[in-house]
């Protein structure tokens, strides 16, 4: 009877959702489950920190800044989301920004005082500590690919001037003539801080910087059409691993072989898996006498103190005591960000795993 004949196969089926059942509850296979199904990954990224306010920006420049970041953003969010390395996101995302013109980075980049364009970048790797930067460049396309040859193909960390550029020639980074980066707008703002013989940040304006409690009078250049910055990016991959890299014209008015933070490991530009990664923007000569990045990174291994309290102190408390300007983005081997600066505005973003867009511009 159809009854009696159906019967078994019934009892099969309720077996075999049971056997299932059992198995995705069993801990060894949740985990795995979890493990790929969670792999974590984070970037972030910023453009530069500065007195960037609201009433000095058009809806227009507001939004190709939003578009950009979030382009470099999508970059970088590809290269991780294929299980790319950190290294190969920071570089994808820093890429995008340094063929801007909107920062202060490879196409956009500031004139120093004899106006010329000097280029720094750096990269770090923080699984094996390796890393490399670049100081001076004039003719590499994008130099944060300069600064990754230094680390992957010398035995060295920093080279300068034209020696870097003809490493950089020679690992066949792209090459361009110094014309590619002239920038009348850049050009002007040399001129206009030259009359007040100032080296500046490319994004100062009006006011000065802030602390959690208090804005800071500091004394710079007013040109209300700053509107580039250095970026950098900072990365945790699917594999654990961090990186961070950072590249910038310097500031507008340097003198001609004047190096920045940015090249220094341990103060623009650094990275552990131990602790944290770190990229940072503002005024050089306050970030290499403090060690900034490593600072951070330094108080996380010793003190044990988070990535969270360790950057806001850094930044907020012993950069501002000392009026020293900028910010840093940070993130730490279990995908933690923070994006801490002590001026009106820096322009940054973030993406994770699934893949929401964060960009913010001020305060
Ligand atoms: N830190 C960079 C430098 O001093 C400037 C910047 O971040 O805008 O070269």
Redesign the pocket.
């Known amino acids: 009877m159809p009854k009696f004949s159906n019967q078994p196969d019934f009892e099969m089926r309720v077996i075999v959702v049971l056997c299932f059942a059992m198995l995705l509850s069993n801990p060894v296979f949740a985990q795995k489950k979890s493990k790929k199904m969670g792999a974590k990954f984070v970037l972030v990224i910023h453009g530069?920190a500065g007195t960037i306010l609201k009433e000095n920006m058009t809806p227009e420049k507001e939004k190709a800044y939003m578009d950009k970041l979030t382009e470099a953003l999508i970059a970088g969010y590809k290269v991780l989301k294929d299980s790319g390395t950190s290294i190969q996101a920071v570089q994808a995302a820093i890429m995008i920004m340094e063929d801007s013109p909107l920062f202060?980075a490879g196409k956009g980049s500031v004139y120093t005082n004899d106006e010329r364009i000097e280029m720094?970048a750096a990269i770090m790797d923080g699984k094996t500590g390796k890393a490399g930067s670049v100081a001076g460049v004039r003719t590499v396309k994008n130099p944060i690919t300069a600064a990754i040859a230094v680390m992957n193909r010398s035995e060295h960390v920093l080279l300068t001037g034209e020696g870097a550029d003809a490493f950089a020639k020679k690992s066949g980074c792209t090459i361009v003539d110094t014309s590619y980066f002239f920038d009348l707008n850049r050009l002007q703002q040399l001129r206009k801080v030259k009359e007040q013989e100032k080296a500046v940040?490319?994004h100062d304006g009006e006011q000065g910087m802030h602390t959690d409690s208090s804005a800071i009078e500091f004394n710079v250049d007013l040109n209300p059409d700053k509107k580039f910055?250095?970026v950098g990016a900072v990365a945790l991959d699917v594999h654990g691993n961090l990186a961070a890299g950072t590249s910038?014209g310097?500031?507008t008015n340097k003198r001609y072989g004047r190096v920045?933070?940015?090249p220094i490991i341990g103060a623009?530009t650094y990275a552990d898996n131990a602790t944290c990664a770190i990229s940072?923007?503002?005024?050089?000569e306050y970030?290499i006498r403090n060690v900034v990045a490593y600072d951070v990174a330094a108080l996380m291994k010793y003190k044990g103190w988070s990535l969270e309290k360790a950057s806001h102190h850094v930044v907020m408390e012993k950069l501002a005591s000392l009026k020293g300007m900028?910010g840093l983005i940070a993130v730490d081997r279990e995908g933690n960000y923070t994006m801490p600066f002590n001026t009106p505005g820096m322009y940054r973003g973030a993406i994770r795993a699934d893949g929401k867009v964060e960009v913010y511009i001020y305060r």
């Open positions: 530069g202060n720094d940040l490319d910055g250095t910038t310097g500031m920045g933070d940015v623009g940072c923007t503002g005024h050089g970030f900028g």
